[in-house]
């Protein structure tokens, strides 16, 4: 009896614990909602309202009206750089996989360019591309982000290779495929599960940049963190605008990550079983 008592007891703590935990979490995600409906009264309040007493829209019609080419910017940049990145990255996570190019030194050494702190970069970024001539383009902000993202990407997908089957590429070769058919038809479809999770976490890099964004751009490339964070009037920030613009921009990635849910498990857990 006593033991089905501790058993219920600590059923009971699990779940609470659980409760504050999931509340905790989910608490600046519903303020961030709850400010993008209130109007101004209501925001400036003291105390604080947890619940809207008149509701609005205007926020919402702001966000969706004035910074969709903000938006836009965001979408094309974060797709480019994660579509180079991801065939630039599973072509060289290939070839160091399999032919052992550089020894363990050079894979290493592509990861280590992650590291380095992008602020040191930004002062060469910047006259390179004005150099160019192509400040406040998309292109001037893709680059460095093909930077981060084309190392991150060959580290990982070189790991999810390595764990595929010499042997079944093997067979495939003794039935006369060709190297390009072996990697198209085995290695591919058998690493698509890390792929998924390779490039949901460079979208979500690129599309949360801010700092490469906000130097190299002006006026027609700016991305929706850097103008979230222009978003000022005479008394400080424009509070509803900030958080309406912040919950659209969320959503690409929840968006994303509810389509590719069902790879992202499998791809997580590539590798982990050996």
Excluded at 71 to 91: C, E, K, P, Q
Excluded at 201 to 229: E, G, H
Aim: charged fraction near 10%; aromatic fraction near 12%.
């Amino acid at each position: 009896m006593k033991s089905k008592n501790r058993l219920l007891l600590k059923r009971i703590l699990l779940s609470i614990a659980i409760i504050v935990v999931v509340v905790i979490s989910l608490f600046p995600i519903y303020w961030l909602l709850l400010t993008s409906i209130q109007p101004k009264t209501e925001l400036m309040s003291s105390p604080p309202h947890f619940w809207s007493k008149a509701p609005t829209m205007k926020n919402w019609h702001f966000a969706f009206s004035d910074t969709l080419p903000f938006f836009f910017n965001s979408l094309v940049i974060a797709t480019v750089a994660t579509i180079v990145a991801i065939v630039l990255g599973a072509m060289s996570g290939y070839a160091f996989a399999r032919y052992k190019i550089g020894g363990n030194t050079l894979p290493f050494w592509i990861l280590s360019l992650k590291f380095f702190p992008p602020v040191v970069a930004i002062v060469p970024y910047f006259l390179m591309m004005q150099k160019l001539h192509i400040i406040d383009t998309r292109t001037a902000v893709i680059i460095p982000h093909l930077i981060i993202t084309i190392p991150f990407a060959v580290w990982m997908i070189k790991g999810f290779i390595q764990e595929v089957p010499r042997e079944l590429e093997e067979a495939a070769m003794i039935d006369g495929a060709s190297q390009i058919s072996i990697i198209r038809i085995i290695t591919i479809p058998l690493i698509a599960p890390g792929l998924v999770v390779t490039a949901l976490f460079c979208f979500i890099w690129s599309w949360n940049d801010f700092m490469f964004a906000l130097i190299l751009t002006r006026n027609n490339a700016i991305t929706i963190p850097v103008a979230i964070a222009g978003m000022r009037e005479a008394h400080g920030l424009m509070w509803g605008n900030v958080s309406a613009t912040s919950a659209l921009g969320t959503f690409p990635i929840i968006i994303l990550a509810v389509i590719l849910q069902k790879y992202l498990v499998r791809g997580l857990s590539l590798g982990s079983i050996k």
